[in-house]
């Protein structure tokens, strides 16, 4: 589909504005794009994206939010406000994860084929460079200040830390088997990666750069969230959420979901988890406090949410 058919066919399902946080979620099957109010639990929109999308970031204003487009090669920009699709930039090979610099002027997309990450600059709309990380980079994530970029590279078994200043890989860590999503903490200090075949979790000291735990979890893990001073991991086979304290690497609770659980964000006051799951057509709201699911919304067909899709509007 041309650009300017694909800006056309962008359907609102609610107008209005809204205030309160907004999940931007990637419906794989139905090639599209849900964005939902946390507060009402309704869908705002839904954006035709293309491509099976998969891998999301939100930039920390909030302005853009960055969708990955696998059998598209493409890194979709939508303009979060708009509710469109305002560029489609071709990255080549099998684009998953995405990560957004905080200064917002770069764009990391992991090349699952290539074994890569393509390094985008999203106001010229084009890729700018590459650096060469382990084999099928899949989740990414950037350290808050900046300087970091850390791929989980999910058949080198390894998660791979980059400089970004330089645009090289300065380490390379063994972790747990499969890795495939990272999640990096607020301080930026330490770094945990969901590890799909050893059914683990690995904890990494980043300024160490070596890991310095394991957390066993549920039947295939897919991606962390942080919150309330706990790591939220999905497991994809288990239809749930399992919760381990952070300081003391024990689990704590194990949280029933909808099938098939992927994406996991917590929200940015840290009261809620949300999780994207993909055969259930559902995201689920976890109280941090209770733990339990106070809400399941309804989603687009195949709701992956593969990184960082929680938007504070202004």
Known sequence: MRL???????CLV??????ADEAF???????????????????????PIGG????????????????TSPEGKALNVVDAAARQVVAKIDVGGGPLGVAAHPSGSLVYVADWYAHKIHVVDPVARKVTGSIEVGLSPSGLA??????????????SNEVSIVDVASAKRVAQLRVGDRPFGVTIDAKGERAYTANVATNDV??????????????????RPYAVALAGGRGFVTDQYQEQVSVFDLSSLKPV????????????????????????????????????????????MTTGNGPRSFGSFIRVTP
């Open 25 to 47: 979620v990637t419906n794989q099957s139905s090639d599209d794009l849900s964005v939902i109010d946390l507060a009402s639990g309704k869908t705002l929109a839904t954006i």
């Open 52 to 67: 099976r999308p998969a891998g999301v970031a939100v930039s920390k204003d909030g302005a853009r939010v960055y969708v």
């Open 14 to 19: 609610v107008a209005g504005p809204s205030r």
């Open 142 to 155: 950037v350290t808050p200040d900046g300087k970091l970029l850390l791929s989980a590279d999910r058949d």
């Open 202 to 219: 690995s904890v990494i000291d980043i300024a160490a750069r070596k890991v310095v735990g394991s957390v066993k979890v549920g039947d």
């Open 253 to 296: 609770a194990t949280i029933p979901v909808g099938e098939y659980p992927e994406g996991i964000e917590a929200s940015r006051d840290g009261r809620f988890v949300y999780v994207s799951n993909w055969f259930s057509n559902t995201l689920s709201e976890i109280d941090v406090a209770t733990l339990k699911v106070t809400r399941e």
């Open 4 to 10: 300017g058919a694909l800006l056309a066919a962008v």
